[in-house]
Every structure is written in structure tokens, then in C-alpha cells.
């Protein structure tokens, strides 16, 4: 187990529960597997045992562990979860079929002002009207996400609240005769706000992934701005990637795109024996008539 680093001795207890409680969620330590004792633990995150004490009555409080007077501290079952995993080589492919299997719960519905920022990444003019809508994604009813999407009023009026509680949000725009032609993704990490925590089951400032997303279609207009949030206990992203290219220019490329790839560098060949101009690229993110919704 990971060493709790050195703090302020009542946020140790605290740290201490975060690291043991997502240990237990994760699956790293099972259900009912026995704990180390509390000197074995006090020892290993070089803290007090009152402070390990204090971690484990937390625990206890949640329901996580049971103690067992001459036996020991043991995990209760029913609480390690596998997470989501996305295909992030297939990003929108994956999302549209997250968004058929999970639960949804539609927390606001509305129509707002945009702000510069998002005038400026969905291609529009300050200030054009935009539909919000905040959604919370479950899996096994329980949250895993938390997802603020905007779009242009001229589409938003296509889809009702009703619409958007029961279907994933780029099929009822591809309904109204749109289709997504690429998109642009950027994956980090955040800390969770007050509003966040509340809707995902988390502690005001637990880490979160971040994705942030915007939808184009063939002209060049953004047609959806996500920000999604994950728990990442609950969902994960992953890449698979295959060594690509001559032997002195290989390079790191996402598997499913490597035909792709080969295509592309073979057909550069070409043209340069021919004195022919390149043909454009496209890359991983620029998957077109894909339909996806988290």
C-alpha cells in the first residue's frame, strides 16, 4: 500500500481513509480480505495508531469494514466495482454504446447565453443563444460521470427535456439531419466542486478526470460542447498502440488507426515520386459520421 505522505495530523486520518477506502472500491483489496492490524498499518503509512484508528472507525461508519473481535478487520462484501473503460482510439464509437448501457439522470435543462470561450470553440458569435443541459451517467445505478453539454439554440430546439432524459444527445441531433463529422478531445484531471461532489457521491475536492469535447460537422460549425467529468474509480480510458512507421521514424500510433497510418505514409511515397501534393491527414479524432454521447 501506498505511504500516506507526511501532513497536519488531522488530515492524516482522513488521507489515510481516502487511501484504504479506494483500495477497498477499486478491488485492490478484495471483499472480505482481511486488513493489516493497526500496528502493521500505523508502520507502513508511518503515522499513530491513533490516527489508523480513526481512519478504520470511518470505514466502519460507511459500512466498508467489519471488525471482529479476536479475528480482526475484515472488508464487507459488495463494494469493489469494475470501472467503465473507454476505447479512447475509439472515443466516439465507444460513447454512443456507454450511452445506450448506463443510466442517465437529467439535472438541468435550459438555454443560456454563450460566453466567449465557447462562442470561440463552437464557432459562433458572442452572446448566440446555446441549449445546457447537465447530466449525471450511472452504471449499476450508481454515478460515474457528470456531463455539461451546450448547444446551438437552432439545433437545441430539435429535442425536448423529455428527448434528452432517454437518448444519447448526438443521435437526437443526427435525428434532425445533422451529422458529426470530427471532433476534438482533450482528457485531464480536476478537482470536484461542491455541485460535482454532490451528484457523483464523492468528497468535495476529489480528483475527477476531465474530458473536454466539441463536435463539428462537414462545415467546419461546432455542433456540441461536452464537459465531462469521471470518477476514476468508476472509468478509465484506454489506448492501444502499435509501433508504426520506417525504422527511422518509428513512432507510437493508436492500433486501430495504423492501416490508416501505413495508408497515409505509403501514399506520401507516392506523391513525393510523382511531385504530387500530400493528402490531408486525419487523425484518430477525426472519425467521420461516428455517432456518440456520453
Not at 115 to 139: C, D, F, H, N
Not at 208 to 233: C, F, K, N, W
Not at 243 to 259: E, F, L, N, Q
Request: charged share 25%; no cysteine; proline share 5%.
Amino acid at each position: 500500500m501506498t505511504r500516506v505522505a507526511a501532513t497536519a495530523e488531522p488530515m492524516k486520518a482522513h488521507r489515510l481513509y481516502l487511501l484504504l477506502r479506494e483500495q477497498i472500491l477499486s478491488g485492490e483489496v478484495p471483499d472480505s480480505a482481511k486488513l493489516p492490524s493497526e500496528p502493521q498499518l500505523a508502520q507502513e503509512h508511518r503515522v499513530s495508531r491513533v490516527t489508523v484508528r480513526r481512519a478504520l472507525d470511518k470505514l466502519a461508519s460507511d459500512g466498508m469494514i467489519e471488525r471482529r473481535p479476536g479475528s480482526g478487520t475484515f472488508v464487507s462484501g459488495g463494494h469493489a466495482r469494475m470501472p467503465v473503460v473507454a476505447d479512447l482510439a475509439n472515443a466516439l464509437t465507444h460513447l454512443v454504446e456507454m450511452g445506450r448501457k448506463t443510466g442517465v439522470r437529467l439535472i438541468a435543462f435550459s438555454y443560456v447565453n454563450a460566453t466567449p470561450a465557447l462562442a470561440e470553440e463552437l464557432k459562433l458569435e458572442p452572446g448566440e443563444r446555446l441549449q445546457r443541459s447537465i447530466r449525471v451517467r450511472l452504471i449499476d445505478g450508481q454515478p460515474f460521470s457528470y456531463l455539461v453539454t451546450h448547444v446551438p439554440e437552432r439545433i437545441g430546439i430539435s429535442y425536448s427535456e423529455a428527448d434528452l432524459a432517454s437518448t444519447p444527445l448526438l443521435e437526437l441531433l443526427e435525428r434532425s439531419g445533422l451529422v458529426a463529422d470530427k471532433a476534438q478531445q482533450i482528457v485531464g484531471a480536476t478537482l470536484a466542486s461542491p455541485d460535482v461532489a454532490a451528484a457523483l457521491d464523492v468528497e468535495i475536492g476529489a480528483a475527477l478526470l476531465s474530458m473536454t469535447r466539441v463536435v463539428y460537422e462537414a462545415s467546419g460549425r461546432g455542433i456540441e460542447h461536452l464537459q465531462a467529468l469521471y470518477r476514476p474509480d468508476r472509468y478509465s480510458f484506454h489506448m492501444e498502440l502499435a509501433r508504426t512507421g520506417d525504422s527511422g521514424a518509428r513512432r507510437w500510433t493508436a492500433a486501430d488507426s495504423r492501416g490508416l497510418t501505413e495508408a497515409n505514409e505509403n501514399n506520401d511515397k507516392k506523391n513525393a515520386r510523382e511531385k504530387r501534393p500530400p493528402l490531408k491527414r486525419r487523425t484518430t479524432h477525426e472519425t467521420a459520421n461516428d455517432k456518440s454521447d456520453t
